[in-house]
């Protein structure tokens, strides 16, 4: 296909930077598998985010915990079926891809969002969300093309390519259906009510720890996503003017996710996705790196949580905008990988070098975990996930001491393990397998 790029796609090459270190390929691929038996069959109390539970026709279940809130995400079960298929690990793969579709996929028709996967749920298997998640569907399409690569296809949902086109189709083609609560997951299920509390949303017990040692704590708020007035009309995953995914699939919510955007893996899916969609994919890849380089900030390189499709900052009542939070660690990341497998835009380099000059002269042991754009510190945390993340950045950053610093601080860095080990944890393997060259397009 035209416009294949320079990078590991075409050249079937990927960068060894632990090498850089005196680390050999097998190495690195100890580290990783240490890091995988720990996340997945380590200890139960401090150690791993994958369970088995029981089983049903299509064959074992299990899920990923966010082991702080006592959830699984659509999320946290994307990375850990991309985790599996990087590294040969079917039976976690397909186990998880069972839990995934028993108890995640939406399939009650008076449900707006049917066809796409809840993103929280109990481990039990029951809701707390009847909403969707776009970062989620994202990591589960890639993750089942390659399952299909690797593996070849099976029956049902381990059709692996099948089950990635559906996904694929219904983020670019859902219909936009209106509803209001009581919502279901599964036709037969009791209806579900948002609760009149404070629900537990992504990383509201580590910003209410930061908030209480400021002094300012924190209002209380309601789960993202799945809380907002009735009634509710979902759409599709992506804003077909601006070709760039949304925060969620819901028409009202007019505004993005810099972190959501993955244009190494838009590219594949011009490529091997359905026919129809090729040129939105491969236009969305291009959008999204045009937006890299738009919403960072100049000096620091930091990306919001969210912005405005336009690339303009999300301003809120109170005037302030949405500062680099949890979910920016990974953009990154994002724009590394893509760099690494494609080598389109050299502007990826200058951002990579931008965030990792920064965030090393904050010092690179202790730098927080998030940040106004502008590189005020907004916590006291120094999280591995973000660490991980940073890392990742050497792909695309100009080979030199400060990049060097960073894969020195991933390696040093010790398994994540106790309450925060779910995003730390799985940002952080996922990092080694690219910081290693393990982690690879099949």
């Known amino acids: 296909m035209p416009g294949d790029g320079n990078g590991a796609y075409k050249a079937h090459e990927y960068h060894h930077l632990f090498a ?14 240490k890091a995988f038996q720990q996340l997945f069959h380590g200890d139960g109390q401090e150690e791993r985010v994958y369970f088995e539970t029981g089983a049903n026709v299509n064959g074992p279940l299990a899920y990923i915990t966010d082991w702080a809130n006592n959830d699984a995400r659509s999320e946290g079960m994307s990375y850990g079926m991309m985790i599996a298929v990087q590294l040969n690990k079917k039976r976690e793969f397909d186990a998880l891809w069972n839990w995934a579709n028993t108890y995640m996929l939406i399939t009650d028709e008076k449900n707006p969002s049917v066809g796409y996967f809840a993103w929280s749920m109990n481990t039990d298997g029951t809701p707390r969300a009847t909403g969707a998640a776009p970062d989620g ?188 939070g949890y979910d920016s660690w990974r953009s990154v990341s994002n724009w590394s990988v893509d760099y690494s497998w494609w080598k389109k835009d050299a502007r990826e380099t200058g951002l990579s070098d931008r965030i990792q000059k920064f965030l090393y002269g904050q010092d690179i ?28 950045g050497s792909l695309a950053a100009t080979p030199g001491p400060i990049a060097k610093a960073f894969l ?28 290693s060259g393990n982690f690879r397009i099949y």
């Open 20 to 33: 850089e270190l005196g680390h050999s390929p097998a190495e690195s691929r100890a580290k990783i598998e």
């Open 137 to 324: 569907e994202e990591y589960f399409v890639m993750a089942l093309y390659f399952a299909a690569h690797r593996w070849g296809n099976g029956r049902g949902i381990y059709n692996y390519q099948a089950e990635a086109d559906k996904i694929l189709r219904g983020m670019r083609h859902h219909p936009v259906l209106t509803a209001t609560r009581p919502f279901r997951i599964h036709p037969d299920d009791p209806p579900f009510v948002a609760p009149d509390h404070p629900w537990p949303s992504p990383n509201n017990k580590r910003q209410a720890e930061e908030a209480a040692k400021s002094g300012n704590p924190l209002p209380s708020f309601r789960a993202p996503r799945d809380m907002a007035a009735q009634p509710q009309t979902i759409g599709p995953m992506v804003d077909e003017d601006h070709y760039m995914i949304r925060f969620v699939p819901n028409v009202d919510a007019t505004f993005t996710d810099a972190s959501y955007h993955l244009p190494a893996f838009y590219e594949l899916w011009a490529r091997w996705g359905p026919p129809e969609d090729s040129q939105f994919w491969a236009k969305a890849a291009d959008v999204s790196r045009d937006m890299f380089s738009k919403v960072t900030g100049h000096e620091t390189g930091l990306a919001p949580d969210r912005n405005n499709f336009d690339g303009t900052q999300v301003v809120h009542r109170d005037g302030t905008t949405t500062p680099f």
């Open 365 to 392: 042991h202790s730098f927080a975990d998030r940040y106004t754009l502008d590189g005020k510190a907004l916590s006291m945390r120094h999280s591995v996930g973000m660490v991980a993340t940073a890392a990742v």
């Open 408 to 435: 020195e601080e991933l390696w040093n860095t010790a398994v994540p393990s106790g309450e925060q080990r779910y995003y730390d944890g799985m940002l952080y393997v996922m990092s080694l397998m690219h910081c």
